[in-house]
């Protein structure tokens, strides 16, 4: 089993970025399918992000040209770069691992078995 820890969340203005990490202990970060979801008050958690073992990515149409999920198998982590946040980009943000995942199915939360904590993201316009 997995452990993971996201970190550098924050508050940041319209138009700014900010670079979300996981690390990942226990297991080794290479042999999942690792996703970004959020989750804003009152909503349902939602796929934001996800990249395969061997590297192909899928995004939302939210973070489709604004965000770029990357991973670092050797360090064993994930990165979610954001950038032109707007202030609906407000959310808690996880990071989920799945053993496997089917193409199309990658935002499905009930693939995934393992997830972090969250790390919040304020955006103010």
């Known amino acids: 089993q997995v452990q993971l820890v996201e970190s550098g969340g924050g508050s940041v203005q319209a138009g700014g970025s900010l670079r979300l990490s996981c690390t990942a202990t226990?297991?080794?970060?290479?042999?999942?399918?690792m996703s970004w979801f959020r989750q804003a008050p009152g909503k349902e958690r939602e796929g934001v992000a996800n990249i395969t073992p061997r590297g192909r990515t899928r995004y939302s149409d939210s973070a489709k040209d604004r965000f770029t999920i990357s991973r670092d198998d050797d360090k064993n982590t994930l990165s979610l770069q954001m950038n032109s946040l707007k202030p609906e980009d407000t959310a808690m943000y996880f990071c989920?691992?799945?053993?496997?995942?089917?193409?199309?199915?990658?935002?499905?939360?009930?693939?995934?078995?393992?997830w972090g904590q969250g790390t919040q993201v304020t955006v103010s316009s």
């Open positions: 226990g297991s080794a970060l290479s042999r999942y399918y």
């Open positions: 989920a691992a799945a053993d496997r995942v089917s193409y199309l199915l990658e935002f499905r939360t009930s693939n995934y078995n393992n």
